[in-house]
């Protein structure tokens, strides 16, 4: 059926924002496309439980499949949208369907950074993005098997600690002088360097990869620029990632390394809305607009889009956080550390149960990276959000409870 809303994407996002408009009163026609085979999933597993097989894939869904039945949402996996017609308010598929719309919500998310060097296309070099991705490296991790992560961030960090959970031998190769280096405090990357190898990685620091080189018609090992050389049987590139906004450009929608969104998750055509990975938002608390990659960004932004196509009052703007599971350590982070001028460290690094508080010049919260501590990270969430000025001497004091320096 034409007409009502089409969403473009199946992910967190755009599931998310099918079941949020009924939620919220919609009682039109609504026609979520998805790329996959598979209904909404979460993505976050894919990297930990997932790839240790502790989950089933009914446990990945975001709802059961039945759900998309029951409140007339018409879902079509394995649909791929070709273009946007914004004057006809047409997509067209990749099967020759053109679907029409009233409103289109696009949430076509982020792809995988490619790794441009010799060897990247060989078998048994692979990327975490989708649930097949996942399929594809847990049959590769057996007890013993060599892997080499090529990037030193969370998605890799994950991986990582997933294949040792698994019994395979590890090395990350990460180009930057740290870990984590674009996206986490010089503590954390400290921290999780030394978690990283005392679970048995092999963790090396600028190591900028020149070539894949292979055996048999197969990875076999990865070949750095200043020669080192490092045996594997499987490689997982996770180099960051993307903004899927082609057809939004293709379409005349304004992208600047993501489709340009305003507060209620508007693009720049008065009837296309754009949620999640594939967006620039604007970030209310820092002044700014930003992509941003999160389960609780893409959520937020289905609620501004379900909330202003249902007529219901915008949602509060919420800080953005983060979080990432390594091992039996789970990091929680809460805002963005712009104009930091200061950090504070709370709490036991050595205990693995630690705080980072980012402070700018006024004295005012910017961020917390909380690494197994939940008070740190419900209390920042607060702080942050509030902008509150805080005694470093009194952060730094854990016998101070984070409830006093709240109130």
Not at 188 to 200: K, V
Not at 204 to 213: I, R
Not at 247 to 274: F, K, M, P, W, Y
């Amino acid at each position: 059926m034409d007409g009502g809303i089409v969403i473009v994407g199946a992910g967190h996002a755009g599931g998310s924002a099918a079941a949020l408009l009924r939620q919220n009163g919609y009682g039109g026609a609504i026609t979520l496309l998805g790329e996959e085979p598979l209904p909404p999933y979460q993505r976050p597993p894919l990297s930990k439980a997932w790839l240790k097989g502790e989950v089933g894939s009914d446990d990945l869904l975001l709802r059961p499949a039945a759900f998309y039945a029951d409140k007339q949402i018409d879902l079509r996996v394995s649909a791929r949208v070709t273009s946007i017609d914004p004057q006809a308010r047409s997509v067209m598929l990749a099967d020759g369907t053109a679907i029409g719309y009233d409103a289109l919500i696009l949430a076509t998310g982020s792809r995988l950074r490619k790794l441009a060097v010799p060897g990247a296309d060989l078998p048994g070099v692979l990327e975490l993005r989708t649930a097949a991705d996942g399929d594809r490296i847990r049959a590769a991790l057996r007890p013993g098997a060599r892997l080499a992560v090529v990037g030193g961030g969370y998605v890799g960090l994950e991986v990582a600690a997933s294949a040792r959970a698994l019994g395979a031998e590890v090395v990350v190769l990460e180009r930057e002088p740290r870990l984590l280096a674009r996206v986490a405090s010089v503590e954390l990357s400290t921290y999780f360097a030394q978690l990283h190898r005392a679970h048995g990685v092999q963790v090396e620091l600028g190591a900028d990869l020149a070539a894949f080189e292979a055996r048999d018609g197969r990875v076999a090992g990865a070949l750095l620029r200043d020669g080192r050389r490092f045996e594997c049987d499987v490689a997982v590139v996770g180099i960051g990632a993307l903004a899927n906004d082609t057809l939004a450009s293709a379409a005349g929608l304004a992208c600047q390394d993501g489709i340009v969104v305003d507060e209620n998750a508007r693009t720049s055509h008065e009837r296309i809305h754009a949620v999640g990975d594939c967006t620039r938002r604007p970030v209310p608390r820092y002044g700014r607009a930003l992509r941003l990659e999160s389960v609780p960004n893409a959520l937020e932004q289905a609620k501004q889009a379900a909330a202003y196509l249902c007529g219901k009052p915008v949602p509060k703007a919420e800080v953005p956080w983060f979080w990432s599971d390594q091992y039996d350590v789970r990091l929680q982070i809460v805002g963005m550390a712009f104009d930091v001028a200061r950090t504070v460290v709370r709490g036991d690094v050595a205990a693995g149960r630690f705080a980072v508080f980012h402070l700018a010049a006024d004295g005012a919260l910017q961020a917390v990276e909380a690494v197994n501590s939940p008070p740190e990270f419900v209390a920042g969430k607060m702080l942050v959000a509030a902008g509150k000025v805080i005694d470093p001497a009194r952060l730094a004091d854990a016998s101070i409870s984070m409830k006093e320096l709240a109130a």
